[in-house]
């Protein structure tokens, strides 16, 4: 765990215009301070990540937010109140103090203020906002403790260690339209759960730039990677790895790794990109196949990162 003292030198780090990673709510993000420009553009290098991608901007509390955005839409109080801190990006129109280079030159900017002590206390000794993506390479697997992004990062500023991650998914994104919400990313806060707060708006017309977690591939493990189907059990089990939900398709797999042994979709969240990474690093695995998941709720924010897991390894 993280003493005070850790925190204090990551702060420095932000203030310096270095780069820190350092744990969420959801997954490890990249953060350098996001009204830096040269500090931001030092992420888009480290994680050879096109700078058509734009990045979230994490604060620590409200009054932040003022400064980065144009409008007062009080609905965007509501949702604040609701589900921040907590794994919820909304998608504002951006304040000029916000760099171009934040919002790959969009006139909006993703905000969220994370439910996690030492990413608030970073934020708070920092003083300022701070952009982070995901903390590792770009498509690549996202990182849910230390030493997944020191695999993929060896050379960060710092590394804060708080540990496993709790939700485990990158945040739900949702941008904010006259009728209501779209959702431009799925994680584990629904569609459903934010109904109660506000109307969805069904009618999603993305222009391509503003949406590029859509991706159609990402997350994607350096060893071939297929969602479970007739054709891919068919690919040789003896040499394969199985990400399990419903224990019904283990049989013959080299090795298994049960995601959650309540048959929760939560657990399949927080632990996938875990098992992702274990089986990457396993020399016994040359295929890794992951369980499909109906797509109600959490499942959607699951298939979602399966399938853009897939896309790559689907094309050779
Ligand atoms: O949970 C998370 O959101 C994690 C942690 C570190 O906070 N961050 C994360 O960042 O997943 P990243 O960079 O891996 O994904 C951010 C995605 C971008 O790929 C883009 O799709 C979307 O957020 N995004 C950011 N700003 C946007 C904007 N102005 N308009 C549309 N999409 C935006
Ligand atoms: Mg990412």
């Known amino acids: 765990m993280n003493n005070l003292n850790d925190i204090n030198i990551a702060a420095q780090c932000i203030k310096d215009g ?32 096109p700078s058509f991608d734009p990045l979230i901007i ?49 006139s909006t900017v993703g905000i969220r203020m994370p439910d996690n002590d030492i990413a608030l206390e970073l934020i708070c000794k920092s003083e ?19 030493a997944h992004v020191k695999k993929q990062l060896p050379n960060i500023d710092y590394i804060l260690d708080g540990g496993k991650t709790k939700v485990g998914i990158e945040s739900t994104i949702i941008k904010l339209t006259e009728f209501g919400f779209q959702i431009l990313r799925n994680g584990i806060i ?13 009618n999603l017309k993305i222009e391509k730039i503003s949406a590029p977690g859509m991706l159609k591939s990402h997350y994607s493990p350096n060893k071939m990677f297929f969602i479970a189907n007739n054709a891919t059990l068919k690919l040789g089990k003896s040499r394969a790895g199985l990400i399990s939900f419903s224990g ?69």
């Open 190 to 202: 629904t569609k459903e759960e934010l109904e109660k707060i506000i109307p969805f708006d069904g």
């Open 248 to 316: 019904e398709l283990e049989k013959g797999f080299r090795k298994v790794i049960k995601i959650s042994e309540r048959k929760d979709l939560k657990d399949y969240a927080v632990n996938m990109f875990e098992a992702m990474h274990t089986f990457e690093d396993d020399n016994e695995i040359e295929i890794i196949i992951a369980e499909p998941v109906y797509e109600n709720g959490i499942g959607k924010a699951i298939m979602d990162r399966l399938r853009k897991a897939e896309f790559t390894w689907l094309q050779k």
């Open 58 to 106: 994490h604060i620590s509390n409200i009054q932040q937010l003022e400064i980065l955005i144009l409008t007062t839409d009080e609905r965007i109080y509501k949702l604040a109140e609701k589900f921040w801190p907590g794994p919820l990006t909304m998608v504002l129109p951006k304040s000029r103090i916000v760099p171009d280079i934040v919002t790959s030159g969009l």
């Open 128 to 146: 300022c906002p701070i952009a982070a993506p995901s903390a590792n390479k770009f498509g690549r697997i996202s990182p849910t403790t230390a």
């Open 18 to 49: 270095k780069l820190v990673a350092f744990p969420t709510d959801t997954v490890y993000g990249l953060g350098a301070n996001a009204l830096n420009p040269l500090a931001v553009a030092k992420i888009f290098e480290l994680k050879e990540r």
